[in-house]
């Protein structure tokens, strides 16, 4: 949050890379944490299981959980608190293991490419509806493309209707806003309507991804309970909506900006799939991976993290590492070439990594290719300069602009 960082933030993570690349300073909330800026460090710290997700997982642990201080902060009531502080990102294995191993039963391979009729089908609709949005001959893409089309596909995946697609939009600005006076009520509508919900279904499943859910809680290995059956519909949509709709809201402004680029991708649609990794390299929404803790004393690039410190993994400035990428600051969409495996850490990595990362992949793919089919001469409107970011988000590390007029 440091203002200087803020307005270059590449040219100051850069320079943390080179003379402090494990350097400490302070989160959001004040609490202390070891900020880590280099590719290899960052990587291989997101497969070292002597750094946790959770305070409580430290042996030797007092009470004295940051989350709590968070939850103190925005006023989140008692009986609500497990609802945020029992995601997948917020366990350690063995109880990260189980939760995991739950969801992928039903968050396969197969039901994520399932969807790939229905986004198109998404995304068609919205592009042919843009027109009616333009106000002084623009239209905002990030509002009327980017967020409907995410927040309706993981609706749809998740089997949460479509009709509430615009209540989970605003709950989850809230939520990531972190302002207290909305939480104090959107955060207990979303919980209510979420266990409404539930129950609705169980009374008449279907094949969807929630249905899959409460059968297997109904099943004989049972194992979840109906709150983490509810803190995982909370999670899919949220993760699912936000950061996704900011990929395709960043990746677009950024294939405008470089002509050239858009060009090869348009005459050699076969790059997609590479073209997509190197978006999620080059301005990919998510700046840092969670909070985590020493479990015990480390040595990090020659510096010292003592047990229990808190720690952040600064993932775009490990996108930018120049040890890891000839000349970084270029968008090259043939970077990764066709069938190579993604090489950024945008998705974090590990037992953690993002759960929807194939999902986000196949929602930019089909976001990207069907708007430029369809309005071949899309430009912006503004100078790519001019387009504003949210800054001063309450929720840090992320890098997202606040409306994308073409
Ligand atoms: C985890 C980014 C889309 C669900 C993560 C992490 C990152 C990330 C960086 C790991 C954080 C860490 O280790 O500290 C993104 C980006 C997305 C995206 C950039 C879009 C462009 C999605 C979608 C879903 C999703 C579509 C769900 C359908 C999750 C979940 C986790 C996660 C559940 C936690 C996994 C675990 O702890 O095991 N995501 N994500 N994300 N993501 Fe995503």
Known sequence: MDPDLMADPFGGYGRLREQAPVVHGRYLDGTPAWFVTRHDDVRALLHDRRLVNTPASVPGATDDDPRLKMMDMLAIPEELRPYLMGSMLDTDPPEHTRLRKRVLREFTARRVMGMRPRIEEIAGRLLD????HTADGAADLLAHYAYPLSIQVICNLVGVPEADSDKW???????????????????????????????????DLGDDLLSGLIRGQDSSEGGISDVELVTFVVTLVLA???TTAHLISNGTAALLSHPGQLAQLRSDPEIMPGAVHELMRWCGPVQTGRLRYAAEDMEVAGTRIPRGDAVLLVFVSANFDPRRYTDPDRLDLRRHPVGQAENHLGFGHGIHYCLGASL??????????????????????LEPAELERRERMRLPGQWRLTRLPV
Do not use: C, K, N, V
């Open 129 to 132: 509806a843009l027109p009616r």
């Open 360 to 381: 986000a992949r196949l929602e930019a793919e089909i976001a990207f290719g069907s708007l430029f089919d369809r309005y071949p001469d899309l430009r912006l409107a």
């Open 169 to 203: 939009q605003q709950w989850g600005e809230d939520l990531i806003a972190m302002r207290p006076e909305r939480l104090a009520t959107s955060f207990p509508a979303m919980i209510e309507h979420t266990h409404r919900l539930i129950g609705e279904r169980r009374a």
């Open 240 to 242: 699912g909506h936000e």
